[in-house]
């Protein structure tokens, strides 16, 4: 007891956001690394959506102060793009004694839709003198004689959390999931193929939650596509970088490639060489960009470029690691996790793609890689490469403030 009254105490309880991560997987040194991190991530999230907050590290969790209302749904909404982010609360912050927690509980539930509830503890401050579960009997009695609400403990509408600590304790109604995964940064760098369609951005989302950094890189043919896509692009990036931090966007000329190969590669084939043309161009900026891998949106079967046979075609050129994490997802599956991310709006506005330039009607869907060289022997790679590097224009793209809404 003594410890605790050293710590200055609110004089009532403060409203707060509570970011909790996952801590699955995470040991020694490894930890604290993450948290440095997430804790940063949010910072910079917050600073991006115009709030300066202090983002307090306190016994395995995150906290920034915030009164409900307009700013409590920006900080949430910001937290909630996060990778590493298991979920937010918005919570009240007391005292760690249970009177404290018990008026907190009916201030709380007061704003709270009707229903049902019931209460789960936990106390990180083992001193603490009940134990969890008389804990959350204490504060769910006096919710049903203060709140006048009824316990039900297998379905109930509303769950109050509680969490004792050493010098404070939160209480919330309300939980919101994030993304999971891990703090931007963890893993290295790759470069993510993003083609203006539906899939990429949402191949690139999901390896940055596995911690990648990522830089954008669009293969573009501007005689055929204008500049729409560029556009899409550009806010497909801002939707991406509250995930992200920032993204950076290579835009790489395509046409002089596409221009050589159209003169010498038969229809058929050409859609094939148009992405083994993207991985031979990829394969040099990786090299500058310093990244370890490439991403894709592929899934398997869903157009002729994505048989077995033509991902492996396509494929034989690369000389790094290709992630397709949607590899094995369903159309459907893509489409909801598009939509819950953000980028489904915008990716379905109609833009020219410039893998349909001069194609055949009727695609190979069983190439080999032997077959592609033969067919290909004629083309000066080196030359082709050289020519869009010398072009590529690079874009920094922040997170957009209008997606987070009002
Ligand atoms: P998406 O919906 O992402 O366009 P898709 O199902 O239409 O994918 P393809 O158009 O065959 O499939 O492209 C497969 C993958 O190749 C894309 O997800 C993307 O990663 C990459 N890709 C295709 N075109 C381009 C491009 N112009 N620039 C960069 N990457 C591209
Ligand atoms: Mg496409």
New binding site residues.
């Given amino acids: 007891m003594g410890a605790r009254a050293v710590f200055t105490i609110p004089p009532k309880p403060m409203r707060s956001i509570v970011i909790h991560y996952a801590e699955v997987g995470l040991k020694g040194g490894n930890r604290h690394q993450f948290e440095r991190r997430l804790q940063d991530r949010v910072r910079q999230g917050l600073k991006s959506a115009g709030l300066e907050r202090k983002v307090s590290h306190r016994d395995r969790r995150l906290v920034v102060q915030a009164e409900p209302g307009a700013e409590q749904a920006r900080i949430i909404a910001v937290a909630t793009r996060i990778p590493g982010v298991a979920h937010v609360m918005p919570a009240m912050r007391t005292e760690p004694e249970l009177e404290a927690l018990k008026a907190a509980a009916v201030t709380l539930l007061a704003d709270a839709p009707a229903g049902t509830f019931k209460v789960e503890s936990r106390r990180s401050d083992k001193s603490f003198p009940l134990t969890s579960i008389q804990v959350s009997q204490a504060v769910g009695s006096h919710i049903a004689d203060h709140a006048h609400r009824v316990a039900d403990v297998h379905t109930p509408d509303i769950t109050v959390r509680v969490h004792i600590g050493p010098r404070e304790a939160f209480i919330s109604a309300h939980r919101i999931p994030g993304p999971g995964g891990l703090p931007v940064g963890s893993a290295t760098h790759m470069l993510?193929?993003?083609?203006?369609?539906?899939?990429?951005?949402?191949?690139?989302w999901k390896m940055l939650r596995r911690g990648a950094t990522v830089t954008g890189?669009?293969?573009?043919?501007r005689t055929m596509?204008g500049h729409a896509?560029i556009e899409k692009l550009e806010d497909i990036a801002g939707v991406l970088a509250w995930s992200a931090g920032k993204l950076q966007l290579l835009i790489?000329p395509?046409e002089p490639c596409q221009r050589a190969i159209v003169g010498l590669v038969p229809p058929a084939y050409r859609?094939i060489v148009?992405?083994r043309a993207?991985f031979r161009i990829a394969s040099r900026l990786a090299r500058q960009e310093y990244a370890l891998g490439?991403?894709?949106?592929?899934?398997l079967g869903?157009?002729?470029?994505?048989t077995p046979e033509n991902i492996h075609t396509i494929r034989a050129v690369a000389d790094l690691p290709v992630y397709?994490p949607?590899i094995g997802d369903d159309k459907v599956e893509?489409v909801e996790l598009a939509r819950r991310i953000g980028t489904y709006d915008i990716?379905i506005r109609p833009h020219d793609?410039?893998?349909s330039f001069m194609i055949s009607s009727n695609p190979a869907t069983k190439t080999t890689p032997e077959q592609m060289d033969e067919i290909e022997a004629g083309l000066d790679w080196d030359a082709l490469i050289d020519e869009a590097l010398e072009r590529v224009d690079r874009r920094v793209i922040e997170p957009d403030p209008a997606v987070l809404g009002a």
């Fill in positions: 993510g193929m993003l083609s203006g369609g539906l899939d990429s951005p949402v191949a690139i890189v669009h293969f573009h043919n596509q896509v790489v395509f859609m148009y992405r993207m490439y991403i894709t949106g592929d899934s869903q157009v002729a470029s994505q397709a949607l893509i990716s793609d410039c893998c």
